[in-house]
């Protein structure tokens, strides 16, 4: 039998049917890898978006680190146990910066841990914030107590200088007061025969006579009367023995000196010098003294 020759239609459907055949699986290909990358675009995509989440976050959380590290460098306090505590905080903080600092992709559990050390940390600081604050208020109270007391002691003191000095004021007037006063004071040379002589050579001794005041205040009893005879060139008349009597804290020499029995009234009495060679013409003066007091003064002339 004899074959019959495939008319050019049928090669024609042929050749087309495997052309479209090759588009849609090109087409199908195509639209697959497009998917693909559209995929893999989107993922990067949201790599990048949580990896820039995560820096910022990671930047947060260091700036939150810095700032609550500063909030803890203003709290003060006197108390040394608080202030090693409030160092050993400080050195958590520090530590924690280092450490974040180092990281260069902190994922999210890492994150997590930090923002929940970060609230024990504020949590810590708020308590220590409360302890400072009682502790300042704890102290103001005291300052003012101390204040108080001092100002008090000080009101005390004043007062107990201003009655001490009263009583010294006083003290001193009723010393002054009790002082004997001399009055009436005469002195005159006189001769070896007990005459009136006021003339160098011829006077053999110096009588002073005087009258001791009435006094209520002063104590009644004995008492020693001393003078001090001066002469015109200020050198003082001694006493045989050379002895001397305390007045304002100084040993001082004196001429002669008497005892008497004081009642505290008015009592007349003479003491007398005796004549040792050393008068001079001129002016001299004679000024008396009890109980380390002055009491009375005066002058007169040999010629």
Known sequence: MTEQPVSSSGKNKKSDLLYFSVIIILLLSNGFFAYKFFTMRKDKVHVEVELKEKDTEKEKIQNELETLLADYNTLQTDNKQISSELEAEKERIITMLEEIKQIKSANYYQISQYKKEMGTLREIMRSYIIQIDSLNTRNLLLAEENYKVKQDYHT??????????????????????????????TVIGLNDKGKENNKTKKADKIKVCFTLAENAIAKPGNRIIYIRISRPDKLVLTNPENDMFSYEGENIM????????????????????????????????????????????ASFALK
């Open 156 to 185: 005390i003191k004043t007062e107990k200088d201003e009655i001490e000095q009263k009583a010294e004021t006083l003290s001193t007037k009723v010393s002054l007061a009790e002082t004997l006063r001399a009055m009436n004071i």
């Open 254 to 297: 004196y001429s002669a000196r008497r005892e008497i029995d004081y009642q505290n009234q008015d009592i007349d009495m003479c003491i007398y010098w005796a004549n040792n060679g050393m008068l001079l013409s001129g002016v001299y003066k004679v000024d008396l003294y009890s109980d380390g007091r002055f009491i009375g003064s």
